[in-house]
């Protein structure tokens, strides 16, 4: 058997997807994570309100719906989940695998790390609000530039019932703008919170589909009001180089190459 050495090909992306993702500042790529990997996520996060409600695994950091506060007796749902990857296996090898690094490559360069994994449940007729804001606002130290991005996979439909994601096209282009600060689990957010606004783009997705975007873009997205859930798991990444105070794991550089069996 020979094995030749072949590098990884960074360039996944289309001239429209790069143009597309240039000039608004998000990209959905559809179907990218297939149904069997899909399927094993669903299994690994049943009944997860339950589970982490009545544990939290070391590591695993979890913020609850707000409306739970004051209510011991009812059900906890879980807003946002974060280091995901150590409570599925499937969501750990997403967050690594070629579909998605390739893209990532193609709009960050080529030395990929991990900056965090984020499940982000939305329950039905529970799951609420995200404000408007840019991600860059809570990531923003000194020492680091807005050069991560965020791949946000569907694990459910998304739809403007349930709460799918909104954009400000092209907001990316501009500047961090000075956010307003809430002791709630969304933390920061733009004047206005959440009212409605002209320019934004309401993006609709199917399982499986990733949408990608920088840290500066504006987004948001509203409450879940109908009966169907709108789980999502958001990967982000940084350029390695870029900011020391949260070095994560390398999952690329410059110089890695995939053996190719023949
Ligand atoms: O869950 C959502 O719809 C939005 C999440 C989000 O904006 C974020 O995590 O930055």
């Not at 090909?9 to 500042?25: A, C, H, I, M, V």
């Not at 690094?101 to 709009?107: M, N, R």
């Not at 990531?139 to 403007?160: F, G, H, K, V, Y």
């Not at 500066?216 to 859930?229: D, E, R, T, V, Y």
Request: with cysteine; aromatic share 8%.
């Amino acid at each position: 058997m020979i094995q030749k050495m072949k590098k990884i090909k960074q360039s996944k992306l289309s001239p429209n997807d790069r143009d597309f993702y240039d000039e608004n500042g998000y990209l959905v790529k559809k179907g990218l994570i297939n149904a069997e990997q899909l399927n094993q996520v669903k299994v690994e996060i049943e009944g997860l309100h339950q589970r982490m409600a009545n544990q939290v695994p070391d590591g695993v950091g979890i913020s609850w719906e707000e409306h739970v506060h004051g209510e011991p007796d009812k059900p906890k749902y879980i807003r946002q989940l974060m280091n995901s990857e150590v409570i599925s296996e499937g969501l750990n090898e997403i967050l690594r695998s070629n579909e998605v690094l390739d893209v990532v490559g193609s709009l960050i360069g080529p030395n990929i790390s991990l900056f965090h994994s984020k499940l982000l449940m939305k329950a039905a007729k529970r799951g609420t609000i995200t404000p408007w804001h840019q991600d860059y606002s809570y990531w923003r130290n000194p020492d680091n530039q807005p050069l991560m991005i965020n791949c946000m996979l569907s694990i459910d439909e998304a739809n403007s019932e349930n709460g799918c994601i909104r954009f400000v096209p092209g907001s990316h282009k501009g500047e961090l703008l000075v956010h307003d600060q809430a002791q709630t689990s969304f933390g920061l957010f733009l004047p206005g919170f959440f009212e409605a606004r002209d320019d934004a783009v309401v993006v609709e997705t199917e399982p499986g589909d990733c949408v990608f975007f920088g840290p500066l873009i504006i987004h948001g997205s509203s409450a879940n009001q109908s009966l169907n859930h709108r789980r999502a798991n958001t990967f982000a990444y940084n350029v390695t180089e870029n900011g020391i105070q949260r070095p994560r794991e390398v999952l690329r550089t410059k110089f890695d190459t995939v053996k190719e069996l023949k």
